[in-house]
Antibody, heavy 118, light 111 residues
Framework: QVQLQESGPGLVKPSQTLSLTCTVSGGSISSGGYYWSWIRQHPGKGLEWIGYIYYSGSTYYNPSLKSRVTISVDTSKNQFSLKLSSVTAADTAVYYC??????????WGQGTLVTVSS | QSALTQPRSVSGSPGQSVTISCTGTSSDVGGYNYVSWYQQHPGKAPKLMIYDVSKRPSGVPDRFSGSKSGNTASLTISGLQAEDEADYYCCSYAGSYPWVVFGGGTKLTVL
């Protein structure tokens, strides 16, 4: 059974960089066949796709966030990470990582709330 | 404003059927058979219920079904149960910008 777990600071100051890591267990990122995604949900709002990465390092980002987003993968640790720069209060959200077989998300982490505040 | 349009709320009584619509364009829903649906209970992560328009992952009851006509996809839940009360989101591949789009979500109330 594949499991994903997000980790990282729950509080980030405005203008700083949000950094989160997703640790995958029960399956190997380097085995291929899946993209690995980040998705966020603003409080009380809907879902927003941030981007995804393949084990080889190929990335696709939501154009609305592309200038501030970097997703990377560390196959040796079976982890992938999200960095979002120059954050504002509008980036306050629950951030989820998810496995992506095609263009759907079959396994999700539990989510982590990141608050942007001074 | 979400890229895909869903009704904000729907409701039904136990045992009844409800259908949630998801309207996009020929660039997303209408152009690809990559529509998926997610169920989200309060405080929980979304759960995949339907993928590739009408396929059900293992473990999802066959009361849940998906379809598509033109630029509109639909999720139908038959034999409503109390535990079906949740938010439901549709999602579609968009081919290019912005690649993946979600609907704004529909709150299902079981009366």
């Amino acid at each position: 059974q594949v499991q994903l777990q997000e980790s990282g600071p729950g509080l980030v100051k405005p203008s700083q960089t949000l950094s989160l890591t997703c640790t995958v267990s029960g399956g190997s990122i380097s085995s291929g066949g899946y993209y690995w995604s980040w998705i966020r949900q603003h409080p009380g709002k809907g879902l927003e796709w941030i981007g995804y990465i393949y084990y080889s390092g190929s990335t696709y980002y939501n154009p609305s966030l592309k200038s501030r987003v970097t997703i990377s993968v560390d196959t040796s640790k079976n982890q992938f990470s999200l960095k979002l720069s120059s954050v504002t209060a509008a980036d306050t959200a629950v951030y989820y990582c998810a496995r992506t077989p095609e263009i759907y998300f079959d396994y999700w982490g539990q989510g982590t709330l990141v608050t942007v505040s001074s | 404003q979400s890229a895909l349009t869903q009704p904000r709320s729907v409701s039904g009584s136990p045992g009844q059927s409800v259908t949630i619509s998801c309207t996009g364009t020929s660039s997303d829903v209408g152009g690809y058979n990559y529509v998926s649906w997610y169920q989200q209970h309060p405080g929980k992560a979304p759960k995949l219920m339907i993928y590739d328009v009408s396929k059900r992952p293992s473990g999802v009851p066959d009361r849940f079904s998906g379809s598509k006509s033109g630029n509109t996809a639909s999720l139908t839940i038959s034999g409503l149960q109390a535990e079906d009360e949740a938010d439901y989101y549709c999602c579609s591949y968009a081919g290019s910008y912005p690649w993946v789009v979600f609907g704004g979500g529909t709150k299902l109330t079981v009366l």
